[in-house]
């Protein structure tokens, strides 16, 4: 393709929107907004990018080939920010480690990650979402995620669910079995691609007895309500992985508390893509949709890599796929126009725009036109972007 033909086109992986996409974005992102900050949460906003090795941190470079590098004239190695967690965490580790926690957080931004783009997924993909910094509590992780269902909710989906997880149950059973760290990230990849065969092999492999894999392969596939906490409790009644259980528990009772546990689904299946999380994990699904549309969790450790130990926790909404997601539902949103087209010639101009003006102040969208073509161009022109009024001077 010669220099012209690729000017005119976009990189593979991202896009423009148009007027109704962008509108619907916006509009999200403002009822979002309102939310957060009723919840106590203060916005902020970082860098589209930054050095790299303070993007890296907490990752294990298990998503280096994910990452957009390149390096700025004075030779430093930046990226663009592949979330906004570890950011975020930069952020509070620096210029905010002095104000008083816990602190509430959130954040309307822009992310990148350099893999094949996807249904739902682009190179550059945007997100919503809090960090909750500064409480360890099962009280915090329940906040964070009945403020993921109210956000889910003020979308507009009908049918969506929220699994739980626990990252702290996975690490119990890789500690009881004692599988090798290279051998527990086969394990973990295995288990996120729902491998179950795969994981049946890996356990056998391990030297662990036939009843010991028996139970962690029931634990692994148990999916459903409160009672399959009871269940995981008898499964994992003298395992290391118990705290983790005890921890998933006072979640579910704090969800009771916010009246969303009809939301929630019990899920120890799920793992997150980021080496960060330590405790509580979860994703949000939605109707018709394979792939998660919100996820999130604790992550205790990431803030100490950075020189600021601290307890965090928090979740993120990708804006493409709750909008995907709407869409599919048979959910639209129509594009704003104006209430008025007000046309004007060009000797009356002072007069159309203080009209224009007043009708403004009213509260009316009004769109100007000098008149230089004939009326019925004018109405063909009002009537295809829903211009039910016309003003002419």
């Known amino acids: 393709m010669d220099n012209h033909g690729l000017k005119l086109r976009v990189p593979v992986g991202v896009k423009d929107m148009l007027p109704g996409?962008?509108?619907?974005?916006?509009?999200?992102?403002?009822?979002?907004?309102?939310?957060?900050?009723?919840?106590?949460?203060?916005?902020?906003?970082?860098?589209?990018?930054?050095?790299?090795?303070?993007?890296?941190?907490?990752?294990?470079?298990?998503?280096?080939?994910?990452l957009f590098k390149f390096l700025d004239r004075q030779g430093h190695i930046l990226a663009l920010r592949p979330d906004m967690t570890t950011p975020i965490a930069r952020l509070v580790a620096t210029r905010m480690k002095d104000c008083p926690a816990p602190l509430r957080l959130f954040y309307l931004a822009?992310?990148?990650?350099?893999?094949?783009?996807?249904?739902?997924?682009?190179?550059?993909?945007?997100?919503?979402?809090?960090?909750?910094?500064?409480?360890?509590?099962?009280?915090?992780?329940?906040?964070?995620?009945?403020l993921a269902a109210e956000v889910l909710k003020a979308a507009g989906l009908k049918n969506f669910q929220i699994h739980l997880g626990q990252m702290a149950v996975f690490n119990g059973v890789m500690e009881e079995i004692g599988?090798?760290?290279?051998?527990?990230?086969?394990?973990?990849?295995?288990?996120?691609?729902?491998?179950?065969?795969?994981?049946?092999?890996?356990?056998?492999?391990?030297?662990?007895?036939?009843?010991?894999?028996?139970?962690?392969?029931?634990?692994?596939?148990?999916?459903?309500?409160?009672e399959v906490l009871d269940r995981a409790e008898e499964l994992l009644a003298n395992s290391p992985a118990k705290t983790g259980l005890d921890n998933l528990k006072e979640i579910f009772?704090?969800?009771?508390?916010?009246?969303?546990?009809?939301?929630?689904?019990?899920?120890?299946?799920?793992?997150?893509?980021?080496?960060?999380?330590?405790?509580?994990?979860?994703?949000?699904?939605?109707?018709?949709?394979?792939?998660?549309?919100?996820?999130?969790?604790?992550?205790?450790k990431l803030l100490g890599q950075l020189g600021h130990p601290s307890p965090a926790t928090g979740f993120a909404v990708g804006l493409e796929r709750i909008m995907l997601a709407l869409d599919r539902q048979g959910d639209t949103m129509p594009v704003p126009v104006a209430d008025v087209l007000l046309v004007y010639p060009k000797e009356k101009r002072r007069e159309a725009i203080q009209l224009a003006q007043k009708y403004r102040q009213e509260g009316l969208a009004v769109e100007t036109e000098l008149l230089e073509s004939d009326v019925e161009k004018v109405r063909s022109y009002a009537g295809e972007r829903g211009i039910s009024r016309i003003v002419e001077l």
């Open 21 to 66: 996409e962008a509108w619907r974005k916006r509009q999200l992102e403002q009822v979002f907004a309102r939310i957060f900050y009723r919840w106590g949460y203060r916005e902020v906003i970082t860098p589209t990018f930054e050095f790299y090795h303070a993007l890296a941190a907490g990752n294990n470079g298990e998503h280096e080939e994910s």
């Open 179 to 226: 599988l090798a760290e290279q051998e527990q990230r086969r394990f973990k990849n295995t288990l996120a691609n729902k491998d179950f065969v795969g994981m049946e092999e890996l356990l056998a492999a391990s030297g662990a007895g036939s009843a010991v894999q028996d139970r962690i392969m029931e634990l692994l596939s148990l999916r459903g309500g409160k």
């Open 253 to 300: 009772a704090v969800l009771e508390n916010y009246g969303v546990d009809q939301y929630v689904v019990v899920d120890f299946s799920i793992l997150r893509g980021f080496e960060y999380y330590t405790g509580l994990i979860f994703e949000g699904y939605a109707q018709h949709l394979g792939f998660p549309i919100c996820g999130g969790g604790r992550y205790d």
């Open 110 to 146: 822009n992310v990148f990650s350099y893999a094949e783009p996807q249904v739902g997924r682009q190179r550059e993909f945007f997100q919503a979402g809090v960090e909750f910094i500064g409480s360890a509590s099962g009280d915090a992780d329940g906040e964070v995620v009945a």
